[in-house]
Antibody
Framework: EVQLVESGGGLVQPGRSLRLSCTTS????????MSWVRQAPGKGLEWVGF??????????EYAASVKGRFFISGDDSKSIVYLQMNSLKIEDTAVYYC???????????WGQGTLVTVSS | YELTQPLSVSVAPGQTANITCGGD??????VHWYRQEPGQAPVLVIY???NRPSGIPERFSGSNSGNTATLTISGAQAGDEADYYC?????????FGGGTKLTVL
């Protein structure tokens, strides 16, 4: 059974950093592209970025709103994907989901989400 | 690339709801649809325009042509009330529509 479990959310001050983790199980981690998607309170879904599968080079892509501040990495030995968030802004407040991407770009598997609140 | 969805759609129980997703030449892209209930993670209901994952009722169907993709829910039930999002991949970016709140009344 595919499982994705996010952790690491919490309250953080503007300008500070936070690292989220997504622990995966039930599939071969390196064979899939993994995304982070966020949802601000009362708002819609916003793609944050992803890390491609190993066969595609493990490269990353990011939304313009986070490019240069957020970084995604993966640990194949632990089957964990990370989201390093730097220079956090109040508008980064959201529930952050990790999701497994299919080769056809849809997301069948999602984690339960972790809440990040950026506030002084 | 932008995807445009109506903020809300209302449907009477047992009737058909159509939720649209507009985008430039979206008919040339693969569109995926998600359902989300409050406090829950999104659930995939349609992928690649018209395919249903296992466990999704046949009442859910999709189409995509020209500048509009459509999610159709036939025989709407109270349990179908949720937010629905469309999604495409474009120019190295995942794009989600703004979401549509479906009300069954």
């Amino acid at each position: 059974e595919v499982q994705l479990v996010e952790s690491g959310g919490g309250l953080v001050q503007p300008g500070r950093s936070l690292r989220l983790s997504c622990t995966t199980s039930g599939f071969s981690f390196g064979e899939y592209t993994m995304s982070w998607v966020r949802q601000a309170p009362g708002k819609g879904l916003e793609w944050v970025g992803f890390i491609r599968d190993k066969l595609s080079g493990g490269t990353t892509e990011y939304a313009a709103s986070v490019k240069g501040r957020f970084f995604i990495s993966g640990d194949d030995s632990k089957s964990i994907v990370y989201l390093q968030m730097n220079s956090l802004k109040i508008e980064d407040t959201a529930v952050y989901y990790c999701a497994r991407r299919s080769t056809s770009s849809f997301y069948k598997y999602w984690g339960q989400g972790t809440l990040v609140t950026v506030s002084s | 690339y932008e995807l445009t969805q109506p903020l809300s759609v209302s449907v009477a129980p047992g009737q058909t709801a159509n939720i649209t997703c507009g985008g430039d030449k979206i008919g040339y892209k693969s569109v995926h649809w998600y359902r989300q209930e409050p406090g829950q993670a999104p659930v995939l209901v349609i992928y690649r325009d018209r395919n249903r994952p296992s466990g999704i009722p046949e009442r859910f169907s999709g189409s995509n042509s020209g500048n509009t993709a459509t999610l159709t829910i036939s025989g709407a039930q109270a349990g179908d009330e949720a937010d629905y999002y469309c999604q495409v991949w474009d120019s190295s970016t995942e794009v989600f529509g703004g979401g549509t709140k479906l009300t069954v009344l």
